[in-house]
């Protein structure tokens, strides 16, 4: 059966596009997991507090989900090399090691938040007022968790095998569902929080079917999903791999967690409007980071394969092509971001207070994202090449600095100063970047097509010799 995308073969840039644009939307639909439900949560009779409270469950999801990229992006690219060399039965077994792993991490982590939350929940910003409905929404997404890590996880690969528009339906499937059911528990059941859980649990469960089904049944993929003997080694490359992304989108928890808790700490009695509004403001940046995430990771099969196929032309045009299309996606988003910000936060609140927080917080926290492409496309297409070190070195410097001036800018400034570090790093990390990547990035190529050195004359006369020996006691 013919291929949709030929990794290996066809004309780059509508390759490239045919993989991003449908990777981009679909991770452009899995931030409205989230934001559906907090729009809906904003309309209850107490919305503020109520979405205060799910605001503060975001880290503790995100960390979740960044196992899924801890172990989806550390396999796939390996699966795509293998792929690359013609090796399918080397794919089958990172692919049933990857799938056994998420299981794992999934029941780990539920029972483990589900022992610790209420303190956890304090820790990362939610006050009394708002306790009760991030303990309620937090618990529901726990028991239903292992559906979103295997969904998110697995979807990678499906997108590694170049079906991109399956991989999108993985996604929609479940935000439409989502935002179906949404309304009907929270109103019409009045659940409230407990019902936007459940309407997420329920649309995960259906995400994760079908690409569960897809790798199983398609006779499309090249790589199904099989029972496979478990490997260590494999399993060590994989988590080599994906530990950039994977520490990535866990900081990205953590930022939230200091973010929120420094302005409850900072914001005096206006910390629970500091608190909503950052919700808004990151629920909005989640919708530019993202795209851009899931345009680099549309990006990684077709660097992994054809650097695994000796193409090194192709490579370098697909990284050329990655970065072109980010750009373009960013001054795009920037200028939504600077002239238009108030019409995203009224879906979400009309208080005079947090509307007028969040629409300034919007526009500083996205000054930055254009240079931030630049270090999107640098890791992620590094870590396509099987180059950890440096984009793993860029991956922390990013996120500790982030972190750090998060924490301390309010302490002196102000509770609004914790808005400005993003922008501020973004930019410097995003200039480290572009210089790194240059620097491995051609060295990287040069080094694997270096062809294998020819034995000398001294070496082919020893083997010679070997063999007459070997013939005459023959």
Request: net charge positive; hydrophobic share 55%.
């Given at each position: ?277 950052a919700t808004i403001v990151v629920s909005y940046m989640q919708m530019i980071t993202m795209p851009m995430g899931g345009l680099t ?14 193409k090194s032309q192709r490579v370098k045009r697909a990284v050329l092509d990655a970065l072109i299309v980010c750009l373009v996606f ?69 996120k500790i600095a982030i972190i750090t001036l998060t924490a301390v800018l309010p302490l002196y400034l102000g509770s609004f100063a ?57």
């Amino acid at each position: 059966m013919k291929r949709v995308n030929d990794l290996g073969n066809d004309k780059m840039f509508p390759l490239i596009l045919r993989l991003v644009i449908p990777s981009m939307l679909a991770q452009l639909v899995n931030v409205l997991y989230g934001i559906v439900d907090r729009i809906f949560i904003s309309r209850m009779a107490d919305g503020e507090l109520a979405l205060a409270g799910v605001g503060v469950c975001g880290p503790i999801v995100t960390l979740i989900t960044s196992f899924s990229f801890l172990l989806g992006l550390g396999g796939a690219p390996l699966l795509a090399m293998k792929l690359g060399e013609g090796d399918k039965s080397t794919g089958e077994k990172i692919l049933f090691n990857c799938f056994f792993a998420l299981i794992v991490v999934a029941v780990t982590l539920a029972a483990f938040f589900l022992i610790f939350k209420k303190p956890l929940l304090f820790a990362f910003g939610a006050s009394e007022d708002t306790i009760a409905y991030a303990e309620e929404y937090l618990t529901i997404y726990l028991f239903g968790s292992v559906f979103a890590l295997l969904s998110v996880g697995l979807n990678n690969f499906i997108t590694a095998q170049g079906f991109s528009k399956t991989a999108m339906g993985t996604v929609v499937i479940g935000a439409a569902i989502n935002v179906a059911l949404d309304p009907i528990f929270i109103f019409t059941f009045s659940m409230g929080t407990k019902g936007a859980a459940v309407a997420t649990v329920i649309a995960q469960f259906f995400s994760c079917a079908w690409a569960v089904a897809f790798l199983i049944l398609s006779k499309k993929a090249d790589v199904r999903l099989r029972i496979q003997r478990l490997s260590a080694k494999i399993m060590g490359r994989v988590m080599k791999l994906g530990f950039s992304p994977f520490v990535i989108i866990a900081t990205d928890s953590v930022l939230f967690i200091v973010l929120n808790s420094v302005l409850q700490r900072t914001g005096g009695a206006d910390g629970d409007v500091f608190v909503a509004a950052a919700t808004i403001v990151v629920s909005y940046m989640q919708m530019i980071t993202m795209p851009m995430g899931g345009l680099t990771m549309a990006c990684q099969p077709v660097v992994s394969f054809n650097f695994g196929a000796r193409k090194s032309q192709r490579v370098k045009r697909a990284v050329l092509d990655a970065l072109i299309v980010c750009l373009v996606f960013t001054v795009i988003m920037t200028v939504v971001s600077q002239f238009l910000p108030q019409y995203f936060v009224r879906i979400f609140s009309d208080d005079a207070a947090v509307s007028a927080v969040a629409v300034r917080g919007m526009r500083v926290y996205t000054a930055g994202i254009i240079i931030l492409s630049v270090q999107y496309v640098a890791v992620d297409l590094l870590i396509a090449l099987g180059v950890i070190g440096p984009a793993t070195f860029l991956s922390m410097f990013r996120k500790i600095a982030i972190i750090t001036l998060t924490a301390v800018l309010p302490l002196y400034l102000g509770s609004f100063a914790a808005f400005y570090a993003e922008p501020l790093i973004d930019t410097l990390s995003g200039i480290l970047a572009g210089f790194v990547f240059c620097a491995v990035f051609f060295k990287t190529l040069r080094k694997h097509d270096a062809p294998l050195a020819a034995p000398s004359a001294e070496a082919f006369k020893e083997k010679r010799d070997d063999v007459k020996k070997g013939a005459e006691k023959a």
